[in-house]
T-cell receptor
Framework: EAQVTQNPRYLITVTGKKLTVTCSQN?????MSWYRQDPGLGLRQIYY???????DKGDVPEGYKVSRKEKRNFPLILESPSPNQTSLYFC??????????????FGPGTRLTVL | QKEVEQNSGPLSVPEGAIASLNCTYS??????FFWYRQYSGKSPELIMF????GDKEDGRFTAQLNKASQYVSLLIRDSQPSDSATYLC?????????????FGKGTSLLVTP
């Protein structure tokens, strides 16, 4: 089954404790992206990757890191989480057509709480 | 800043009516436009995309694009209570390393029986 998986789905942690949220897709998509969603602010892009070893900042990259060493995986790293990073996080992937993000498939989401 | 604007709603329509959802965008270079549906607590689900000016129909859904006015809309005919959700408009734009996608904040739709 074609899908984007994220782990963990729910996470409660404390300020400053490094964490990684994994994202994996089995559709051989080139484009992958991370978003956070907050009430009243909508979906905001954190980072995206056009292909292996190619990443770029989205609208809200501060406090986050990503890597794209393999096509299928795109982990989101919070080196020192803070309470303002409490949010619902989505990973997404799409096959890159000539004009950019095409049909974008979303993972199920990770609800992160930083105390 | 590449802006995508939507009315937050809620937009309330009776069952069987046409729901009209609107979106404006700021980047004239945008080429691709998407409508996603998101139920509460769930991930966004793509329902329509459109690249060319005019209308594109898929079942009860019609996407309309007017690049000159920088305006894209979604019509839902014969609205059903199951259509009650938040609808997100997304627009692509060119960035340093390729393309990225900007989302509006979404319009909440409520279809009442």
């Amino acid at each position: 089954e074609a899908q984007v998986t994220q782990n963990p789905r729910y996470l409660i942690t404390v300020t400053g404790k490094k964490l990684t949220v994994t994202c994996s897709q089995n559709m051989n998509h080139e484009y992958m992206s991370w978003y956070r969603q907050d009430p009243g602010l909508g979906l905001r892009q954190i980072y995206y990757s056009m292909n292996v070893e190619v990443t770029d900042k989205g609208d809200v990259p501060e406090g986050y890191k990503v890597s794209r060493k393999e096509k299928r995986n795109f982990p989101l790293i919070l080196e020192s989480p803070s309470p303002n990073q409490t949010s619902l996080y989505f990973c997404a992937s799409s096959p890159v057509a000539g004009v950019g993000p095409d049909t974008q498939y979303f993972g199920p989401g990770t609800r992160l709480t930083v105390l | 800043q590449k802006e995508v604007e939507q009315n937050s709603g809620p937009l309330s329509v009776p069952e069987g009516a046409i729901a009209s959802l609107n979106c404006t965008y700021s980047d004239r270079g945008s080429q691709s436009f998407f409508w996603y549906r998101q139920y509460s607590g769930k991930s966004p689900e793509l329902i329509m995309f459109i690249y060319s000016n005019g209308d594109k129909e898929d079942g009860r859904f019609t996407a309309q694009l007017n690049k000159a006015s920088q305006y894209v809309s979604l019509l839902i005919r014969d609205s059903q209570p199951s259509d009650s959700a938040t609808y997100l408009c997304a627009v692509n734009f060119e960035s340093q390393s390729g393309y990225a996608l900007n989302f509006g904040k979404g319009t909440s739709l409520l279809v009442t029986p």
